[in-house]
């Protein structure tokens, strides 16, 4: 079946968005767990209760990156060139990052050497920190729109700079998706982790979550505030042939709040962020992380739908050429694969949900360390 | 103009990723399968070495898995980071059958391989047996996916150029999908999988023999791999992707490279064994050949042509004039002169765009190029010979000597004699390379054969790179050089260590090492081996 064009568009930005949340709240929640791992585990036996934690799933998780890498490539072939190679050293920061988890997590504990599994521990944390730190900062600049234009071969021009990348509101949100991703860990270790652990992560909740609730507040006040959003002032044409050099663009003040004044359902988002993780810190501490970790998944919903909504239709805005800039509109592929990649979604993500879930209940429990001492060579 | 330093980099950085890559994948294709087998017949046998097999191989097979998945992330990302005007050109296409192996396999394999290795105690005999079975299927579906994107870049059928998109887009996803091209292809370098997981339990396990240890487990795991290596080098080589090398310009340019065959030969073409083929002259010196073995060979028939290199130049240089005429009319539409005569001439001479764009590394506008410019871009339009014909005997000898060897471990083993045979288990210990070289030459034959091309016939490499600087370039590469050096030398380190020490690993009291230790009341330094924790 042949869904219509400009339907299509829209499904896909949502789809896309569905991957990134799937994406924060699996394997986000590992990169969380990574980057606490050096610090709640005091003993290798504690550092292992929590690498396996996550150890039989952080494999499948990361398969939400690497599908939402190339739902962008299919669904919008300009966005992923423009914005990998644009930010080329940001990326391959990310990319070294994540080469530490998958060997980081089979080998660490192959050998008994302090050194050895100490390093890999390390390894293991930059594997989360690093990545989770990257993918919100490449956020808060596509927020601030990016240095780049397209010849009239859309070949896309990238003229900032690795520096520029970290820029003060750049680092903010970088500093908000670390700390919703590590609050996420957090609440997971108080549920499948026993005592001692699990005391150690419920102590960090409060401060890395409060701490987060503020940066997301801060960085609200400030993109409302000090950053110049982005607006197509040119007549929207319904199923158009995609062409990002066609419209007229303009940056200025308010216009990523445009969306939320048009359709004010929409900020049910930024209250999301703020309920889910508020909710998520109050579960823990009231002891029903089961509930905590429900309520910090919509919170990454939240705040990851809050910056969509608020930049929507753009996805990645040009301030050096606005009208170069990419938006849902003129950056997708053609109407048939989109279909074809519409119809595979339906198909395959209820289905990923499905043996995804049955892998979690079959691995169900909370583990302990005399259950890693008496499985020493069985577990990672 | 793009810098052609830059260029060169990023084919490096490509090439040499993507090969290490493949280190990886061709053992994870086979050896699912392997573990498959041998826990099937735990599960009907109820006989617990068969379990031990599955772990223990199950343990050489995650320690390779983990590099696998750390390099595949590479090249995910490289596709954007270095490729950001193919990604734009050909993601429409090319990104479709991606996405789609991440939904369909990836998640599939990578959700099943942490129970597989975590969830021996938690779940039933036939829960874990079928674990290990979407594991094994999944990552051969990834392989049928990668292949079918890999096989539009060698053949790009089911798609069309739209000038007003700037980019090729999909017309039938059934015919990207039953690309003849990516079919044979499938099937050789799967195949080509198994043989490598095959040669290297078959290796391993000859060593144990050779040494004495742990006789049982060893002859139990040959014969798996060697019955199942067997089948699979037959596959190899009689279902080899030679078919596929009649379907389009680029495997035609690429079959006539391999045989280094600068002229055209009356059918059926004579087979060089030997020579030395030169871009420069034109001519293949001191060649040594076979009559009629090409023919054969490539065209399964006696009256088929293979075409010489010559003249597919100088069908080249009529496409690079008509590519000319069509780059001339795509400015025109793309500069606003979007009229029904224009967009007529464009469509009559578009198939052959990609050709005109060869000239882009001479010339900023190809319509305006000089006759000078033609005959550099007609040279351009072959790959360099003379790796490509060597890489192929290569792959060839190697794929015949593996034969030989399958064939005499298959006999031996049926005669129930193979650990008499010593002098055949060291050949086996020692040809545990040779899948490896096999599949990195034959990897280099597909990708460098296909050269000037990123995508066959539609976009030239030499364009399809990102707007990035040399200087770029040289940073990625160095990370790439020092992550990669340090990942292969750990990995060896464990492999090794761990093939040494043998099912002894799996501490369950029965093997080698821990016999030792129990008979002579503890392990004695000069023999033990640091006792690993998993």
Redesign the interface.
Known sequence: MLLDYETLKLIWWLLVGVLFIGFAVTDGMDMGVGTLLPFLGKTDDERRVII?TI??????N??WL??A???I???W??V??????GF??A??LA??G??F???G???R????NKHWRNAWDWGLFIGGAVPALVFGIAFGNLLQGVPFHLD???????SGSFLGLLNPFALLAGFISLGMLTLHGAIWLQLRTAEPIASRAKAVTKQIGLATIAAFALAGIWLATGIDGFRVVSEHIPNA???PLTKEVVQESYAWLSNYGTYPLTLLFPILGFAGLGLGILGSIKDHPGWGLFASSLGLTGIIMTAGAAMFPFIMPSNTNPNSSLVVWDAV??H??LN??FW??MI??PL?LI??TW?YA??WRRITVEEIQA?????? | MLDSSMIELSRWQFASTALYHFLFVPLTLGLSWILVIMESVYVMTKREIYRDMTKFWGKLFGINFALGVTTGLTMEFQFGTNWAYYSHYVGDVFGAPLAIEGLMAFFLESTFIGLFFLGWERLSKRQHLGVTFLMAFGSNLSALWILIANGWMQNPVGAEFSFETMRMEMTSFAELVTNPVAQVKFVHTVAAGYVTASMFVLGISAWYMLKGRDLAFAKRSFSVAVGFGMASILSVILLGDESGYEVGDIQRVKLAAIEAEWETEPAPAAFTIYGNPNNADQETHDAIKVPWLLGLIATRSLDTQVKGLKELMAEHEVRIRNGMIAYDYLERLRGGQDTPENRARFEEHKADLGYGLLLKPYVENPAQASEEHIQLAVKDSIPEVAPIFWAFRVMVGAGVWMLLLLALGFYFNAKRVIQKQRWLLWLFLFSIPMPWIAVETGWFVAEFGRQPWAIGEVLPTSIAVSSLTTHDLIISMSGFLIFYTLLFIIEMFLMIKFARLGPSSLHTGRYHYEQIAGSAGGMTPATAPQKPAE
């Not at chain 1, 992923?80 to 190679?85: N, T």
């Not at chain 1, 504990?109 to 008994?112: G, W």
């Open positions: 396996n150890g039989p799933h952080w494999d499948g990361q398969v690497i599908t890498g190339g739902a490539f299919a669904a072939p300009l992923y060139a423009a914005a990998f190679s080329y050293f990326m391959l990319l070294f994540l080469f988890r998958p060997v997590f089979d080998y504990s192959k050998i008994a009239e071969f859309l070949r896309p021009f990238y042939t995609p062409n592929s053609s048939l694969t074809v990649m595979a979604a395959f993500i990923i043996y995804t892998t079959m691995m499985q020493d060579h069985l577990a990672y």
